[in-house]
C-alpha cells in the first residue's frame, strides 16, 4: 500500500537507516583495527564478525536508497510514488549473516570439533528455513492469513536456534574463566532480547490497524533489532575473545609485556638446569 | 530482443545481482582478514582468490548498474527501453578472473616447476580461447546459427581445461595428506558441477522459448555459478591452505604454540654447543 508520510515520519525511518550505516561502518573498521589485540586461535570469531558488518553495510546503503527513491516531497509531505520500496534487501541480507553470526558465536565457545560441526549444521538449516520461510510472509499483505502462516512457519525454526543457543551458552558457563562466564552470560541474554524484535517487527502490520504507524515502528523495529545483533553482539564476542587471549597469557607482538615473558624464558629455563 | 518484465521477474535478477555483490564483498573481506593465518608459502593461491573476488565485485556493481539502467517502470511492469543491457561485463570479467582461478588452482597443488609451467600456459590458452569464442555467440541472436557455432567452438577448449584439471587434481590426490586429500576431493566436484552451469545458461536462449524465461534463467545461472567458482571456490582453496600450513607445522606470530616454539631454540642450541 502507499503511504503518505509527514516530513517527520519520514525522517525516522531515514535517520534510523542512516544511524545503522554509521554503526555498521565504525563497527567494521573497529574490529579491523582491534584484531592483533586477539590471540590467533580466538580471530575467526572477529573475522565473522567483520564480514557481517561489512554485509550490513552494503545493504542498509541499498535500503536508505530504496526508501529515498520510494518517496516524493509533495505539498509538505513524503508519497510513495516512486519505484516500490524494496524490503528483499533484509532478507538477502539475513541469508549471509545469520548462519556467520550463529558460526561467530559457537566458535568461540570453542566446543569439540565434532559438537560444533554438528551445531553450526543444524543451526544453519533452522537459520535458511527461518529466513526463507518468513520473506513470502513479509510480501503479503498485511492482513492476509498467509502473512500468518508464514509467520509461523518461519517462528518454528526461530524458537529451535533461540533454544539451542540458548542451552549450549548456559551449558558453557561451567567451563569458562570467571570474567568470560560474566560476559556469556550477558551474551545469552542480549541473544534472546535482540531477536525477539524480529519476529514482533514482523507481525507488527498484522496488529497494528494504523499502515503508517506500522511501517515506521516495523522499519525503527528492524534498524535497532539490527545495531543490537550485529555490532553490540560482535564487541560482545570480542570482549569474550579478549577475555579468553589474556587467560591464556597471550600478548601482543611488541607488547613489552611479550618482550619481557619472551626475555624470561631462557632465564628460567637456565636457572632450571 | 527488448522484453517486458513483471515487478517479481525484475527483482528476481536484481536481487540475485544484489546477492552476488554483497558475496564478492564479504568474501574480499574475509579473504584479506584470514590472510595471516595461512603459511607464507602457500599465500599465493589466497593473493589471487582476493583479487578474483575483486575484480568480480567490480563487474557485478557494473552489471547491477546495466540492469537497472536497461529498464523502466511502466504501468506496473519493467519494460527493457533504456539503453541495453550490458552482457560484456561477464566476458571482460572472465578473460581476467579465469586465468587467474586457474593459476591459483594449480599453485595450491604444489607441482614441480615445469610441469606448473607448463600446465598454466595450456590452461591460459584454453581459457581465453573459450571466452573469446563465448563473446560472439552471447551477442548472437538466440536461435541463430552463429550462436550455435560459436558456442561449440567455446565449449571446445572448456571441454579441455575441465578435464586437464580433473586428472590433474585426481594424480594429486595421492601426494596429499589425508585431510587435504578429502578437501581436493571435494574440490575437483565443484569444479566440475560449478563450471558445467557456464555452458548452460549460454545455450538456456537456444532452447527454451520464451525469452523471458531464458533470460531469467540465464543471468540467475551465471549469478550462482559465479558464486560458487569464485568465493565458494576460494574458501576450499583456503581450508587447502590451512590444513597443507598446518600440517607443515606453521603457526600465527603470537600463537602461544609460536612462543613456545621460539622460546624452545635457546635452549636447544644451548644443549648442543
Known amino acids: 500500500m502507499d503511504l503518505t508520510l509527514s516530513a517527520g515520519q519520514y525522517d525516522l525511518v531515514y535517520n534510523a537507516f542512516s544511524f545503522v550505516i554509521a554503526a555498521m561502518g ?13 590471540a590467533p586461535r580466538h580471530r ?11 554485509i550490513a553495510l552494503y545493504h542498509y546503503v541499498r535500503i536508505f536508497n530504496s526508501w529515498v527513491d520510494a518517496f516524493t516531497y509533495t505539498g509538505g509531505a513524503y508519497v510513495q510514488d516512486g519505484v516500490p520500496f524494496n524490503e528483499a ?6 541469508m549471509l549473516t545469520v548462519p556467520l553470526l550463529l558460526a561467530e ?3 568461540v565457545l570453542k566446543l569439540d570439533k565434532g559438537k560444533t560441526r554438528s551445531l553450526l549444521i543444524r543451526l544453519t538449516i533452522a ?6 520461510a518468513g520473506y513470502p510472509g513479509e510480501m503479503a499483505a498485511a492482513d492476509s492469513t498467509s502473512k500468518i502462516v508464514w509467520g509461523i512457519l518461519g517462528t518454528l525454526p526461530f524458537l529451535y536456534i533461540v533454544y539451542v543457543l540458548f542451552v549450549e551458552l548456559g551449558n558453557s558457563l561451567g567451563r569458562q574463566a570467571p570474567g568470560v562466564t560474566r560476559l556469556l552470560s550477558a551474551l545469552r541474554w ?3 532480547v535482540t531477536w525477539t524484535v524480529y519476529p514482533v517487527a514482523y507481525f507488527l502490520p498484522a496488529v497494528i490497524d494504523d499502515p503508517v504507524v506500522a511501517e ?7 534498524s535497532i533489532a539490527d545495531v ?10 570480542l570482549a569474550i575473545a579478549i577475555a579468553k587471549s589474556r587467560d591464556e597469557g597471550y600478548t601482543e607482538e611488541g607488547d613489552p609485556r611479550a618482550v619481557q615473558a619472551r626475555n624470561d624464558v631462557p632465564a628460567r629455563q637456565r636457572a632450571r638446569s
Chains 1, 2 share one sequence.
Open 127 to 132: 537459520a535458511l528455513a527461518m529466513i526463507i
Open 44 to 54: 575467526m570469531a572477529i573475522t565473522l564478525s567483520t564480514v557481517v558488518v561489512g
Open 216 to 222: 515506521l515502528a516495523r522499519q525503527v523495529g528492524y
Open 190 to 192: 542480549i541473544l534472546v
Open 105 to 107: 558465536l559457537v566458535i
Open 228 to 237: 543490537l545483533a550485529k555490532p553490540l553482539f560482535g564487541l560482545l564476542v
Open 26 to 38: 565504525a563497527s567494521l573498521l573497529f574490529f579491523v583495527l582491534v584484531r592483533s589485540s586477539v
Open 89 to 94: 534487501y533484509r532478507y538477502v541480507d539475513w
